[in-house]
């Protein structure tokens, strides 16, 4: 099947017309609603926010492209945005950010001034603020059992037990954004008919009358068949985020969720071939929200948050790995795309033929996928809480965010930059950590490594304090800012507990703080611990001032890098690393929460590996002034690595069960050295070996460097940058530098 002329009118539509779309609904939605506001004065945000999703929903305008089956395009938010106000330009579901934003700062103007104090000085990252607006999985679990009539039914049960005001404004206005879903649905129903009015292509009139007959029912019923199965994910992705005002960025486990309707269709007659071009089709419109042709060189350039998370055990414990997981890999490959991520799951005991599956599109340079392994993530979760049944269901939304989203809310989408925490208990800048309210202990005069040790861990431990402070201070705002009620009602147990999420409705309380510079700490505590107290070659205060003049003595600086560093599967290295994620665990796990509750850990940055580390000066490890951070748990590029065996070693001794929150390691492997079998063999390694997400680029360092020459030859290679990938040819030179000098192991 030719694909070209839809992918063509869907990359016109949202390269060149989208954005003025939005802008367009944009004023006419918050003309009405500044309107409604003055005629109503008074209302809390829970019956704004109820009338903003009547708004959008009253106001928006359908469109359709040709030769597509699916109902889903809004022209309510940007392409680059995934719903969430501010990503990539204002939304028309930005009106209640806009109204209510002051809020955080007017109720607490001293810990917001702190908070973006912390944030400017690179302490933490927060996609907020306070509050994760980005990260959101659609739960979808009751859509596909009950629909959202179901849900809507459940509200209104819930509405005749509100025993308070707030109770009743939260179901009432969860039914409102539910009937105005349905709205949404039935104007693309009557758009399709208004179309076929006049069509005359056949295509046109097939793809047409499959939205008319359906876009008024599903997913306000329950899907019935692969192809509303299909239509649901493309649906929800962007209706609710245009109404909502927050990135949906995960529609669940499609491949769990479709397979039965699969099935069904197959009984019925339909065959393998009309269900994979429906997927294709699908696919395709995703890959299209993103310019290609684009140059990544600043934050986020090549970044479309979309996930769709396949693979792995279902609830029951038994492999998903069906029909529609293949679909999902094999149009990917066949349609040349880069989104949505596939994020793939997998374990020990993952069929051969799953492995392979997911390690075909890496041996045709086609790198990427994450893999997650739910030996350990299952474990995590559970240790953080959830059931096994509720882990077992967990998906990774975002770029790597592992959430039970049909039971938790969105992570606090964020981390914490543990080599600053570092950097300045070197240096102490008296002034900035002032500004910060930070009492840090300097390390120098320190007698011991143990001294050394603990007033690091000291000084980290106040930032992450510190932090968790301002979480749950700024946090308790959001209800009054903007609730998520339609959301809440498709999880699994606000309704019940008649409470908003951003008002403690889930019952799971459960935040993430995810750490930055993990590697690049360990390996300067083990330089610290060679150079000064091991082998007494110079003493911690000359270390000190190495790092603060970015290492004049060169042979001290290549000692302090050669040292027992993480990933080299020495025992020094390995027990240390351990120690650490132990103590920061211990520290963090009983933190106060927003709404009570534990904090999950995880070590994961995205494209702050460079931004970041220009502004960090020298650290004990050998690192000059500058130079990249270390990404989440992989081993830094100061050292020689080569063994992939003593990488997964050192991973499996930090203890990654206590990581709930998701770590992720980055792997180059030699694309010339391996086949189905061998990268198949690797990645269940990984799974042995305590690893919980691994991104893996099978390339040639040759062809990387022939790219650079002849670009127009190697358009074809693409790498996985961070959170997201990118034809290599299509970083900029500052990006593929930096993917050069990572670490080949064999």
Aim: aromatic fraction near 10%; proline fraction near 4%; hydrophobic fraction near 35%.
């Amino acid at each position: 099947m030719d694909y070209t002329p839809l992918r063509t009118e869907l990359t016109d539509y949202y390269m060149h017309t989208l954005a003025g779309s939005v802008e367009d609904l944009r004023v006419r939605v918050y003309e009405k609603l500044d309107n409604f506001d003055k005629e109503n004065p008074g209302l809390n945000s829970m019956k704004l926010k109820a009338q903003q999703y009547k708004t959008i929903a009253e106001t928006f305008e359908p469109k359709l492209f040709n030769h597509l089956p699916f109902y889903y395009e809004t022209g309510a938010i940007a392409a680059y945005g995934d719903g969430s106000y501010g990503r990539g330009g204002r939304h028309a579901n930005g009106w209640i950010f806009d109204r209510n934003n002051h809020i955080a700062s007017d109720r607490f103007p001293e810990d917001t001034r702190l908070f973006n104090q912390n944030h400017s000085d690179i302490l933490y990252l927060t996609c907020g603020p306070f509050f994760d607006t980005e990260h959101t999985p659609i739960p979808m679990k009751k859509i596909f059992s009950v629909g959202l009539s179901g849900v809507c039914e459940e509200a209104k049960e819930a509405l005749a037990k509100c025993a308070t005001d707030e109770e009743r404004d939260f179901v009432e206005a969860a039914i409102t954004g539910l009937e105005s879903i349905k709205l949404i649905g039935d104007k693309f129903a009557a758009e399709a008919r208004r179309r076929l009015e006049t069509e005359t292509d056949p295509e046109n009139i097939r793809c047409f009358t499959m939205i008319a007959d359906t876009a008024g029912r599903v997913p306000w019923e329950a899907p019935k068949t692969f192809y509303e199965g299909v239509a649901t994910l493309a649906f929800m992705r962007k209706a609710i985020g245009s109404i909502e005002g927050y990135g949906y960025n995960s529609v669940g486990r499609p491949d769990a969720l479709i397979a039965p309707l699969m099935e069904n269709d197959k009984k019925n007659g339909v065959t393998y071939d009309e269900m994979y071009d429906l997927m294709c089709r699908f696919m395709l419109i995703w890959d299209c929200h993103v310019d290609h042709d684009k140059v990544m060189s600043g934050y986020a350039d090549y970044e479309y948050e979309n996930s769709i998370t396949i693979g792995g055990v279902g609830e029951n414990g038994k492999e998903v790995f069906n029909d529609v997981t293949k679909m999902f890999v094999d149009s990917a490959l066949e349609l040349d795309l880069i989104y949505p991520k596939l994020m793939c799951r997998f374990g020990s005991k993952s069929s051969k033929e799953y492995l392979a599956l997911i390690s075909k599109p890496l041996l045709r340079s086609k790198n990427i996928f994450l893999f997650e392994n739910d030996d350990t993530m299952i474990p995590a979760m559970m240790n953080a809480g959830y059931t096994e049944e509720q882990a077992r269901g967990y998906v990774v939304s975002g770029c790597w965010d592992a959430l039970c989203g049909d039971y938790n809310k969105p992570s606090s989408g964020e981390y914490l930059n543990l080599l600053r925490a570092l950097e300045w208990s070197v240096t102490m800048p008296k002034e900035r950590l002032l500004a910060n309210h930070l009492d840090f202990k300097p390390i120098s005069g320190s007698d011991s490594f143990e001294d050394v040790y603990s007033a690091f861990l000291s000084n980290a431990e106040r930032l992450i304090r510190l932090k968790a402070r301002l979480n749950a201070k700024g946090g308790r705002c959001w209800k009054d800012i903007s609730p998520m009620p339609v959301t809440s009602a498709l999880m699994m147990n606000p309704l019940r507990n008649r409470r908003d999420l951003t008002n403690g409705g889930t019952g799971y309380a459960r935040e993430q703080m995810n750490f930055a510079g993990f590697p690049d700490v360990v390996d300067s505590l083990l330089a610290i611990k060679r150079l000064c107290f091991d082998e007494k070659i110079c003493t911690v205060d000359e270390i000190v001032s190495q790092c603060v003049n970015d290492w004049p003595d060169e042979n001290l600086r290549i000692i302090a890098a050669r040292s027992p560093a993480f990933g080299d599967g020495s025992d020094e290295s390995d027990a240390l690393a351990g120690r650490l994620n132990s103590d920061l665990y211990r520290i963090t796990r009983d933190l106060p929460t927003l709404f009570g509750g534990e904090y999950k850990i995880g070590y994961f940055m995205y494209t702050e590996v460079i931004w970041w580390g220009q502004k960090i000066s020298a650290t004990p490890n050998g690192r000059h002034a500058g130079y990249y951070i270390s990404h989440g748990i992989t081993p830094t590029r100061l050292h020689d690595i080569r063994s992939a065996t003593d990488v997964l070693r050192s991973i499996k001794a930090v203890g990654l069960e206590k990581c709930a929150a998701n770590s992720i390691a980055n792997v180059m492997l030699p694309a010339a050295r391996l086949d189905e079998n061998s990268l198949s063999a690797f990645i269940r390694a990984c799974a042995l070996n305590g690893v919980e997400a691994i991104q893996i680029n099978c390339v040639s360092r040759d062809e990387l460097l022939a790219a650079q020459k002849e670009p127009e030859k190697y358009r074809h290679i693409v790498v996985r940058v961070t959170g997201f990938s990118c034809p290599f040819v299509m970083l900029s030179k500052q990006w593929q530098e930096e993917v050069l000098s990572r670490n080949y192991y064999d």
